[in-house]
């Protein structure tokens, strides 16, 4: 069976190549040498450190493919250090990576979504670098020299604890992942500075001489993707923020000299609004050498030669004062046969500041974050960072979360893509090992973080960026990233517990960016990207029947021949496709090509899940015969069966009766009961009367129920007209009176033509 053949192919896909992260956050420029995605730009407005007192600070991303207890997976590198909290909010480390499609432009997780902590959930709505749609993210704060990590699911807006571990104890193995690790070493005490007196040159400098911090490895599962599937290359983003969402400027890649705090995420927190990416591009074709101690020490040795970014900006979240200050200095990312590794050097502040770390892994993540409540981190910090507003080209689909409270790392990963999260667990701050204890982490996600940097930028200056080596290293499955997809884009972000944006992200901000007062952030102006691109290694694609593409499992890399089109919506990126004899269909990915109705394609691409939908992304659609060149048959539908009862992954309609048929090409005939001219849409009743629950307006302004199955599409229809409506099978959502969200069956017309008139006898 052609299944089996893909899960044959991934396995000797996985098997190529060799990378090792000790995960100890700390070594991690050396740990991830040739993986240098981003360099912080900006000095910290979350305060540089000094000792083991006040300041949280980024100085350098390392990211790498590699392989870890037998598991593959991603490892990050972040130099830095972390302020410890015991009161009040914790500053976090946030670590957005992109490891396929489905992720979003904009953080979408918000407060109350399962599982996001407050350092993810309070930045709904910030907006990321174009290009970069994260899928998920890796979080931890510093509560009490504790690192405690969850890890985010981007697309489903749903965190998981990974587990938590000990400040500077050289361990990292997360309690919750499936092989997770993440060690933070918080002595670091050089690095960016906290005053904007430096050049960015100069603070990437001072970056580069931290060698502590984080150090992480995740497991492809732990990051929502399939391990056999890896993908060839993420996107990666970290940044230091507050439980509260509050972003620091501590990004990685960094933002440039001279930018302050960016504030409270949101809409008004825009990363394509600052010049430059704060996301860092990671080619994963080659793996990290070895197996590194992951301990958050000596980050830049750890992860030699995967280097992703460098601090630019000095720290506002306060230069190292104790245990205050946040900045991030450089990101790193490589692939590797399970996921992606990431390292991002820096510190975090502890008790409350978070990193961030958006993933555009696939379609279907958000420009706009629009995260709901009780995702993520338990802070908020995704919530209060709702409505922020990514780079243009940047939707991410998974965001991980990091903060550091009580001398604990904890980690989150949110779905922003199907709006999911989970804790993925905790980890001692420089324990010296990436495993998460205590949370959701099947998958082996692994965060170490050693939050000893006091290199890299400072309060007031970027140029040593570079210096710093300790800070996160991380390793993501592609399973947590909802499978592998044909690239990856990632962006780190350092907020306040709540969500308020820093100035610190990798890539960096612009140079002089101060931080961000009020939330949302729109990251679209920004003149520089807040996210990198990471090169993907594919697989070969195996050539599958309609049927067996849609059985395969998330990450799968198929082919599809002379696949008929149904429907093509160009200006969202997406068509449909029918089988020759079922009403079997699939949505299809692809913002490069629309091959319009009654088209024939061949599809290269993986499998995903957007929205709790199977979908194919396709890498590359190639036109066999032109728009119009055969016709797709609509299925004859009863209003009662429209959308059907969801059958495993394959989508319908909750409640639904029959086989599931969503997006489907659908027939269905009768009179119209309502029409709605302002929102494009009329009611249309089979004769079987039923009613979903919404009203219309009679003429004297009296609610009056719907009859029958909403159609929506451009029309001239006034009520009492027998007709036939020709369209999609699809859904539209209401909220009911407790604030829950009602799924709906409903009918898209793909054109006002699709919509005829029957003529009645009289």
């Not at 732990?222 to 923020?241: E, N, Q, R, T």
């Not at 219309?696 to 599409?713: A, E, K, W």
Request: hydrophobic share 35%; with cysteine; charged share 15%.
């Amino acid at each position: 069976m052609r299944l089996a053949t893909l899960l044959a192919v991934a396995m000797l896909y996985a098997s190529t190549g060799a990378f090792a992260v000790t995960f100890d956050g700390r070594d991690i420029p050396t740990d991830f040498a040739g993986s240098l995605k981003a360099t912080q730009i900006n000095p910290t407005n979350y305060g540089d450190t000094w000792g083991d007192g006040a300041g949280s600070e980024m100085d350098q991303l390392f990211v790498a493919k590699g392989t870890r207890s037998g598991m593959e997976g991603l490892y990050v590198g972040i130099t830095g250090n972390l302020e410890p909290k015991t009161r009040g909010t914790a500053n976090a480390y946030v670590i957005l990576i992109e490891v396929g499609p489905g992720g979003s432009n904009s953080l979408t997780p918000k407060n109350g979504d399962p599982g996001v902590p407050g350092a993810i959930s309070n930045l709904n709505g910030t907006i990321l670098d174009v290009g970069f749609n994260p899928t998920c993210a890796i979080t931890f704060n510093n509560w009490a020299n504790t690192v405690y990590v969850d890890y985010v699911n981007l697309i489903t807006n749903s965190g998981v604890y990974l587990g938590s571990q000990q400040v500077n104890s050289g361990q990292g193995q997360l309690q919750n992942a499936l092989a997770g690790w993440l060690a933070f070493n918080n002595t670091n005490t050089v690095g960016v500075i906290g005053e904007n007196t430096k050049t960015p040159e100069q603070n990437a400098i001072d970056a580069a001489t931290a060698g502590t911090g984080m150090e992480a490895f995740l497991s492809w599962t732990d990051l929502g993707v399939d391990p056999w599937s890896p993908p060839a290359s993420v996107k990666i983003m970290a940044f230091v923020d507050s439980a509260s969402g509050y972003l620091s400027n501590q990004t990685l890649p960094g933002m440039g000299g001279g930018y302050d705090n960016l504030g409270f995420g949101g809409t008004s927190v825009d990363f394509s609004t600052i010049p430059g990416n704060q996301f860092a591009t990671v080619d994963l074709s080659t793996s990290i050498a070895g197996t590194p101690t992951v301990d958050g020490a000596a980050i830049p040795t750890d992860f030699a030669g995967y280097l992703v970014a460098t601090q630019d900006n000095y720290t506002q979240f306060g230069d190292r004062s104790g245990d205050e200050g946040s900045e991030l200095d450089q990101l790193f990312a490589t692939q590797t046969p399970t996921g992606i590794d990431l390292g991002i050097t820096g510190n975090l502040e502890n008790g409350g500041n978070f990193w961030l770390t958006f993933f555009e892994v696939g379609p279907g993540g958000t420009h706009v974050l629009e995260i709901p409540d009780g995702i993520g981190p338990q802070s908020g910090v995704l919530q209060g960072m709702r409505g922020t507003t990514f780079n243009n080209g940047f939707a991410p689909t998974h965001v991980l979360c990091m903060n550091i409270f009580d001398g604990t790392l904890w980690v989150d990963l949110t779905d922003l893509r199907n709006g999911t999260s989970r804790y993925l667990g905790h980890a001692p701050v420089n324990g010296g090992t990436g495993d998460l204890a205590e949370g959701d982490n099947p998958n082996g996600v692994t965060v170490a973080f050693d939050n000893t940097n006091h290199l890299g930028v400072t309060g007031t200056d970027a140029g040593a960026a570079a210096t710093a080596t300790t800070g996160a290293e991380i390793h993501l499955t592609w399973a947590d990233l909802g499978g592998m997809s044909c690239g990856v884009k990632a962006m780190v972000l350092l907020t306040g517990n709540a969500g308020a944006v820093s100035n610190q992200a990798l890539a960096p901000f612009s140079l002089g960016t101060t931080g961000f007062s009020t939330s949302p952030v729109d990251f679209s102006g920004q003149s520089i990207n807040q996210f990198v691109t990471l090169p993907i290694a594919l697989p070969p694609y195996v050539q599958v029947t309609f049927a067996e593409a849609r059985a395969a499992t998330y990450g799968s890399p198929v082919r599809l021949t002379n696949a008929r089109v149904s429907a093509a919506f160009a200006d969202e990126g997406k068509y449909f496709i029918q089988a020759d004899s079922s009403p079997l269909a699939l949505p299809v990915y692809d913002a490069v090509t629309s091959p319009g109705d009654g088209a024939v394609v061949n599809i290269d691409g993986f499998v995903c899940l957007v929205k709790g939908e199977k979908a194919i992304a396709a890498c590359q659609t190639t036109i066999v015969q032109p728009a119009g060149s055969v016709v797709v048959k609509p299925y004859a539908m009863g209003c009662k069966a429209l959308g059907g009862h969801s059958t495993g992954d394959i989508a319908g309609i909750p409640n639904g009766q029959g086989a599931p048929n969503v997006g489907t090409l659908v027939c269905l005939c009768g009179r119209v009961t309502s029409s709605d001219f302002t929102d494009v849409f009329y009611y249309l009743d089979d004769g079987s009367g039923i009613m979903d629950g919404t009203t219309h307006l009679d003429l004297f302004g009296n609610p009056v129920p719907n009859v029958g199955i909403r159609v929506s599409g451009p029309h001239f229809l006034f009520g009492g007209e027998m007709v036939r409506a020709v369209g999609l099978s699809s859904s539209f959502t209401t909220i009911d009176e407790s604030n829950n969200k009602v799924v709906h069956p409903m009918v898209r017309m793909r054109t006002g033509d699709d919509t005829v008139t029957i003529p009645e006898t009289p």
